[in-house]
C-alpha cells in the first residue's frame, strides 16, 4: 500500500508537475503580463504609450486575469526577456553570426538556436547585416563599381557614420547623384533586397519579413550627410543644387535645427544676434528648451537679454508655424554666416571655432 501511495505523489502533488507545466503553457501574452506586473504600474505605463490600442485592450485583459503570480513563472519570463535582449543587442552591434556566436558561449549551442529562432521569427533582420562589420575601405573597394542605385541602397541600410565614410570616397562625379537616390529612396522590394544581397555576397541574410522595408529619404541623406567633412557636404550640395533645387533646399534645412545652435560657441552666437532681430528671436526662443534659452541670453548684455524676456513675456500666444518659419531665418543666417566663413560649425567630432 505505501510502495502504490508513493508511486502516485509526484503527480497528486499541488506543487509538482502541474506547476512544472503551467509554465510550459504560457502564452506570449500572458508573459507579457507577467512582466508588465513585474515592471510595476509607472514603468508599465510608459511602454503602453508605444502600443496600439488593441495590444493596451489585450494585455490589459491578461493582466486583469491573473491571480498570483508563482515566482518561478515570473523568474523564467524574466529571464526570458534578458536573454532575448542580449540577443537583440548582439544583432544589433554585429549581425546574426556575431549574436550567434557569443549566445552559444554564454548559454550553450541549442539555446542560441532556440533564442534566435525566436528572435528571427518575430523581428525583422536588417538587410545587408553581413557586411555591417565589413571595413569601409573594404566595402568600398567592393561597391564603387556599381550602379549609383544600388550604392545608395547599400548605404541607406548602413550605420549613417559608416555610410559617410564610403560617400566621402565615391568619385566626385556620382556622389551628389548617390546622395540624391538615398534622398528620394522610399520603400523597396524585398525581392529587389534579396537580388542586391545575392550579388554582394553567395550567402544571403534571411529577411524575416515579406513587407516592404523603409530605408533611405531626405533624413537618413541628412544624418549621413551631418559626418562627412565640410568639403564634401559642399559638393554634393552645391551638386544637388543644380540638378534639384528643391531637394537641395530641404537637404538644407535639415542639416542644422535651430536646437543645435547650442552647439556654436559664444563668439559665434554672437556674431548670430547681430544678424537677427529682436522680435523675431523673441518669437524663435518661444517653446524651446531652457539650455537654448539661456545660451542666448548669456551672450547678450543684461539690458538687451531683460528686454527680449520682456517682449517674450508680452509678445502672447503665437502660431508653431510662425515660430519654426522664424528658427529656419535664423539656421539660414547660421549657414550664411558658415558659408563667408565667418563662424564655423563643426561637425564629425571638430572643434568650434570662430574666424
Do not use: W
Not at 547585416?129 to 541600410?157: G, K, M, S, V
Not at 550640395?237 to 535639415?254: G, Q, T, Y
Request: no cysteine; net charge negative; proline share 3%.
Amino acid at each position: 500500500m505505501a510502495k502504490q501511495a508513493k508511486a502516485q505523489t509526484p503527480g497528486a502533488a499541488a506543487g509538482g508537475a502541474p506547476k512544472k507545466g503551467l509554465k510550459k503553457e504560457l502564452t506570449g501574452r500572458q508573459k507579457a503580463a507577467i512582466f508588465l506586473v513585474t515592471l510595476g504600474s509607472e514603468i508599465s505605463s510608459e511602454i503602453f504609450k508605444h502600443l496600439r490600442e488593441d495590444e493596451i485592450e489585450a494585455l490589459t485583459f491578461e493582466i486583469a486575469r491573473l491571480d498570483n503570480i508563482d515566482s518561478e513563472d515570473r523568474d523564467t519570463v524574466l529571464m526570458e526577456f534578458k536573454e532575448l535582449m542580449m540577443a537583440q543587442d548582439f544583432i544589433t552591434s554585429g549581425g546574426i553570426d556575431y549574436a550567434r556566436e557569443l549566445l552559444e558561449k554564454s548559454l550553450g549551442a541549442q539555446k542560441a538556436v532556440d533564442i534566435i529562432n525566436r528572435l528571427t521569427s518575430s523581428l525583422q533582420v536588417r538587410p545587408f547585416d553581413f557586411i555591417r562589420r565589413t571595413d569601409p575601405a573594404h566595402l568600398l573597394n567592393f561597391i564603387q563599381q556599381e550602379h549609383p542605385q544600388t550604392i545608395a541602397l547599400i548605404l541607406a541600410y548602413l550605420e549613417p557614420q559608416k555610410a559617410s565614410i564610403i560617400l566621402a570616397s565615391l568619385p566626385h562625379e556620382i556622389q551628389s547623384d548617390v546622395s540624391k537616390r538615398i534622398a528620394t529612396m522610399d520603400r523597396t522590394d524585398p525581392n529587389i533586397l534579396r537580388e542586391v544581397e545575392r550579388v554582394l555576397e553567395k550567402k544571403l541574410s534571411t529577411l524575416s519579413s515579406e513587407d516592404y522595408t523603409a530605408a533611405g529619404g531626405v533624413e537618413n541623406i541628412v544624418e549621413i550627410l551631418n559626418m562627412v567633412d565640410r568639403s564634401t557636404e559642399k559638393t554634393i550640395i552645391e551638386s544637388l543644387e543644380e540638378e534639384d533645387p528643391e531637394l537641395a533646399e530641404e537637404i538644407k534645412k535639415r542639416m542644422f535645427v535651430f536646437e543645435d545652435i547650442v552647439l556654436l560657441d559664444d563668439r559665434a552666437i554672437q556674431k548670430v544676434l547681430r544678424e537677427v532681430d529682436t522680435g523675431e528671436l523673441a518669437k524663435a526662443l518661444r517653446g524651446v528648451e531652457a539650455e537654448v534659452q539661456d545660451k542666448i541670453f548669456r551672450n547678450m548684455s543684461k539690458r538687451a537679454a531683460g528686454m527680449l524676456k520682456e517682449e517674450m513675456e508680452y509678445m502672447g500666444p503665437v502660431r508653431l508655424k510662425d515660430v519654426e518659419e522664424t528658427q529656419q531665418k535664423i539656421v539660414s543666417i547660421i549657414r550664411k554666416l558658415e558659408d563667408q566663413g565667418e563662424i564655423v560649425v563643426a561637425r564629425s567630432g571638430e572643434d568650434e571655432m570662430v574666424v
